[in-house]
C-alpha cells in the first residue's frame, strides 16, 4: 500500500516542500529510504522503528520503500522522522489517508516515540503559509517559533501517539496562539549594558552614534585598555529596535543551526557576535561539506565585532569583502549555490602598532617604523574601503575616570538614532535600501546636497589633505548622518568638518605622505 506525507526541507534559510512516499510491498523485511539521504536520514529507519513499536503499534514486517521527493535534490537532518513514521502508519491502516493531505510533519523521532526539536521549523511555517497549505505539526519545543507566522494554524506535538490520535480524531489538540510581536517587545528588558557607565571618550561615543544612525561601519585604533572593547559591546544598546521582517529574517538563521533557546519565538534584540581571531575563513563566512551559515550570518541585522583586527588571517578578513558590500553571503558547492543574509554593522578594534603604544604619551613605542607598517599592512585596501569610520581612541585619564558627573544613557542616545533612521527610512522609501551608508554614488550625488561653506571646506581638505575621491564619498555620507542627527536636510560646513575628523587613517596618511 502506498501513502504520501508533506513534509519540508531547507537550503540556506528557504524552505521548500518535501513529499515522502511510502511504499509497503511483500518481500524480505527491509527498510530503503531513497531520494539522495545523507547519513542522518538513513539512519531514521532505526529511530522510526523503535518510535512506533515502543509507542504501542505494531511495525510491518514487510519491504519499506520511503522516497523523498524531489529526488534530485540531497536531504539532511532528523527532521523527517515524524512524516516517515505517519507515512508507515497510513500505509498499514492505521491512519486514514485523508487527514494527512492538508499538514505538514517535522520533527524528530526519539527511541520510545517521543518528537525532539529540530532547526528550520520557522522557515517550514512560512513555506507552508505560502504554499496554500493551513496546518503544521512541529515538535513542542518549536511551536512558538513556528507561530510567529499567521493564518496557519500550529500543532506543538509531544509524542508519535499524540500525533496519531489527532489525525484519528480522538483528541482534540489546541493550535498555539498566534505571537503578539509588539507585546514582545513591550515585555523586554532593558539592555544590560550601558552607556551611562562609560567614563570619557566623548569622541568614541559621538563616532558610535554617528555609526549607529547612518549604519556605517567603525574601526577603532587605540592603545590597550583604552575601552575599545567596552564600547563596542555597549552599540546594540542603542541600535534601532528590529522591525518584524528583520526580526523573522534573524531568527530564521539562528533556527536553521538549532540555536533558538528553548520555547523562543523571536530573536528580539540585534545580534551581537564577537568571533576570535582565530576563527576560520568557514567559521566566519560560512561553509562546509554541507554548507551552513557563519559569524557574519548570525551577525545579520546586528553587529560584528572583530577585536585586534590584524591578529585574523588575511584571507580570513579577504572574505568579508562581498557581504559587506551585498549584504549576503554566496556559498557554492558542486551540487549546488547557496545564499545566506549577512547584513552587518562591521565593528572593528585594533592597536596602532604590534605593542600597543605608537604615539601614546604615557608609554614608549618600542616598534620599528617597518614593523608598524607590515603590522598595519594586515589589513588590506580594499577591505579598510569598506569601513567609513576610522577613530582613534586614547587612554582614559585618571580625572575623567574619577570623576561622578553623569553621561548620557543609552536610551537617550538611542532616541536621537531612531530619530534619525526615521528620516533615511522616508528619504529611501524608493530605493532597496534604508541607511546612509548604502547610498552608491548615484544617490549620493542626489541626497547629499552642500551649501557653500561646506562645499569651500571640503574642497580646501581635499587639496591639503590629499584625499582620493573614496574618501570624499565616505566623508559625504558621514556628513548626510551628522545633518540628520541635528534634524538639518542641508548639509553645512561645521557637518563636513566634524565628518572629517572620523577618517583618521585617510588623514594619517595624507600627513606621511
Known amino acids: 500500500m502506498l501513502a504520501k506525507v508533506l513534509s519540508i526541507a531547507v537550503i540556506g534559510v528557504d524552505a521548500y516542500l518535501v513529499e515522502v512516499e511510502v511504499d509497503i510491498a511483500n518481500g524480505l523485511p527491509a527498510f530503503v529510504t531513497v531520494g539522495l539521504p545523507e ?6 529507519k532505526e529511530r522510526v522503528r523503535s518510535a512506533i513499536k515502543n509507542s504501542g503499534y505494531a511495525f510491518p514486517d514487510d519491504r519499506i520503500t520511503v522516497n523523498l521527493a524531489p529526488a534530485h535534490i540531497k536531504k539532511e537532518g532528523t527532521g523527517f522522522d515524524l512524516p516517515m ?12 489517508q485523508p487527514a494527512l493531505e492538508s499538514i505538514l510533519f517535522l520533527g524528530e523521532l526519539s527511541l520510545d516515540g517521543r518528537i525532539k526539536a529540530v532547526g528550520g521549523s520557522l522557515s517550514m511555517a512560512l513555506k ?10 512541529v515538535p513542542h519545543g518549536n511551536r512558538k517559533e513556528a507561530a510567529v507566522v499567521s493564518d496557519i494554524d500550529v500543532y506543538g506535538a509531544q509524542s508519535l501517539s499524540e500525533v496519531v490520535e489527532l489525525l484519528r480524531g480522538n483528541i482534540a489538540l489546541a493550535a498555539e496562539q498566534p505571537i503578539d510581536f509588539l507585546h514582545l517587545f513591550e515585555r523586554q528588558d532593558p539592555a544590560q549594558e ?4 562609560v567614563k570619557g571618550q566623548e569622541h568614541a561615543k559621538r563616532a558610535l552614534e554617528i555609526a549607529a544612525a547612518g549604519g556605517h561601519n567603525l574601526l577603532m585604533v587605540g592603545p590597550p585598555g583604552a575601552g575599545k572593547t567596552m564600547l563596542a559591546r555597549r552599540l546594540p544598546s542603542i541600535l534601532p529596535p528590529l522591525t ?23 530573536i528580539m534584540r540585534r545580534t551581537f557576535r564577537a568571533p576570535h581571531h ?8 560560512g561553509g562546509g561539506v554541507v554548507p551552513r551559515p557563519g559569524e557574519v550570518s548570525l551577525a545579520h541585522n546586528g553587529v560584528l565585532f572583530l577585536d585586534e583586527l590584524p591578529e585574523y588571517k588575511r584571507h580570513v578578513l579577504e572574505v568579508l569583502r562581498q557581504p559587506l558590500e551585498d549584504g549576503r553571503v554566496t556559498i557554492s558547492r558542486a551540487s549546488s549555490s547557496i545564499t545566506y543574509p549577512a547584513r552587518v554593522m562591521l565593528v572593528a578594534a585594533m592597536n596602532p602598532c604590534p605593542c600597543g603604544y605608537f604615539s601614546d604619551p604615557k608609554h614608549i613605542c618600542r616598534c620599528t617604523p617597518p614593523q608598524i607598517e607590515r603590522y598595519r599592512a594586515k589589513i588590506s585596501g580594499p577591505l579598510l574601503d569598506r569601513i567609513d569610520i576610522h577613530i582613534e581612541v586614547p587612554a582614559v585619564a585618571y580625572k575623567e575616570f574619577m570623576e561622578e558627573r553623569p553621561t548620557e544613557s543609552s536610551e537617550e542616545i538611542r532616541r536621537r538614532i531612531v530619530a534619525a533612521r526615521t528620516v533615511q527610512a522616508a528619504r529611501f522609501h524608493k530605493t532597496s535600501f534604508f541607511c546612509n551608508a548604502q547610498m552608491g554614488n548615484r544617490h549620493i550625488r542626489s541626497f547629499c546636497r552642500l551649501d557653500a561653506g561646506a562645499s569651500t571646506l571640503l574642497e580646501t581638505a581635499i587639496e591639503r589633505l590629499g584625499l582620493s575621491a ?11 548622518t551628522i545633518a540628520d542627527l541635528a534634524g538639518q536636510e542641508a548639509i553645512a560646513a561645521r557637518h563636513v568638518g566634524e565628518a572629517i575628523q572620523y577618517r583618521n587613517l585617510d588623514r594619517s596618511a595624507a600627513c606621511a605622505n
Open 85 to 96: 513514521a505517519i507515512g508507515i502508519m497510513a500505509a498499514t491502516g492505521v491512519l486514514p
Open 470 to 480: 573614496r574618501a570624499l564619498s565616505r566623508i559625504l555620507k558621514i556628513a548626510r
Open 278 to 285: 582565530t576563527i576560520s575563513d568557514a567559521g566566519l563566512i
Open 244 to 266: 518584524f521582517e528583520e526580526a523573522i529574517e534573524t531568527t530564521q538563521v539562528y533556527s536553521v543551526m538549532g540555536m533558538l533557546a528553548h520555547d523562543q519565538a523571536l
Open 128 to 137: 507552508a503559509r505560502q504554499a496554500g497549505y493551513r496546518s503544521v505539526v
Open 194 to 197: 550601558d552607556f551611562a557607565e
Open 39 to 44: 547519513t542522518a536520514v538513513k539512519e531514521s
